[in-house]
């Protein structure tokens, strides 16, 4: 499956099911509970450049850790014991910048257990990594421990991408913007303060190398790694290259 198609039928049932959700938790009380959750926020833009700051030119610059049990594209499974939490320590100890867990259940085998879990259990910023495409999940994501999300700007139209920027701004939320573009960079730079820019576009190099330049410099740059960055214990892809600072 390619991957717009993917991120396409994602987007179906993500609606689908916030639908459900929407009716078993309505909006205005699932506002209630996340601005009485208590939580101290774990600034994902700084631990992203401070680890670049300690690395230098470093070539090898292991500073986001992915933690996601299924990889379809690459057809890449976990092990059917998925020890995510062992994953979340490893990446701690290895002095990681910050920790992304994919919860998105259909494609990638996730769950909000996985993104509480982890949360829980190191100190590490932690991101939401399964695309948000309703403010309704940017409260989902306060109750859940996240301390940022990932957007991806070209599945949303302006108006739900200023919702999820403004829910994102009160709950204390940070953005990751997922770019492949021109138009979409623009409108992630047009965002209060992204967190950071994250390269969805593997096989574009050439248009990367023109736009990175466009990005302030206060602003990291996350890009996937190729073969290489895959973890050959759990066969997960585990690292995103900061390629910026």
């Not at 499956?1 to 039928?9: A, D, T």
């Not at 609606?15 to 309505?26: S, Y």
């Not at 920790?99 to 829980?120: D, I, R, W, Y």
Request: glycine share 4%; with cysteine; aromatic share 6%.
């Amino acid at each position: 499956m390619e991957l717009n198609e993917l991120y396409s039928e994602i987007v179906r049932l993500r609606r689908r099911d916030l639908q459900k959700q929407k009716m078993l938790l309505p909006p205005e009380n699932i506002a209630q509970m996340a601005a009485a959750y208590d939580r101290q926020h774990r600034d994902v833009q700084s631990a992203l450049v401070s680890n670049l700051a300690r690395q230098g030119d470093c070539a090898e610059r292991k500073s986001l850790g992915l933690i996601q049990k299924i990889a379809p594209n690459e057809q890449l499974s976990a092990p059917e014991q998925f020890d995510f939490l062992q994953l979340a320590r490893n990446f701690e100890q290895k002095k990681y910048a910050a920790v992304a867990v994919n919860c998105e259940k259909h494609f990638f085998g996730g769950a909000p257990s996985m993104l509480s879990g982890v949360t829980h259990l190191i100190n590490l910023p932690i991101i939401r990594w399964d695309f948000v495409i309703d403010a309704y999940e940017i409260m989902q994501s306060k109750l859940w421990g996240a301390d940022a999300v990932r957007v991806n700007v070209a599945l949303l139209e302006n108006e739900d991408l200023t919702a999820i920027a403004a829910a994102a701004a009160e709950y204390q939320l940070e953005i990751v913007a997922g770019v492949n573009s021109v138009d979409t960079l623009d409108r992630a730079l047009q965002l209060p303060s992204p967190a950071a820019i994250y390269w969805e576009s593997c096989a574009d190099c050439e248009l990367f190398a023109e736009l990175i330049t466009q990005i302030p410099e206060h602003i990291p740059v996350i890009v996937q790694e190729d073969g290489e960055s895959v973890d050959c214990l759990n066969k997960l892809r585990i690292d995103a290259l900061i390629t910026k600072k």
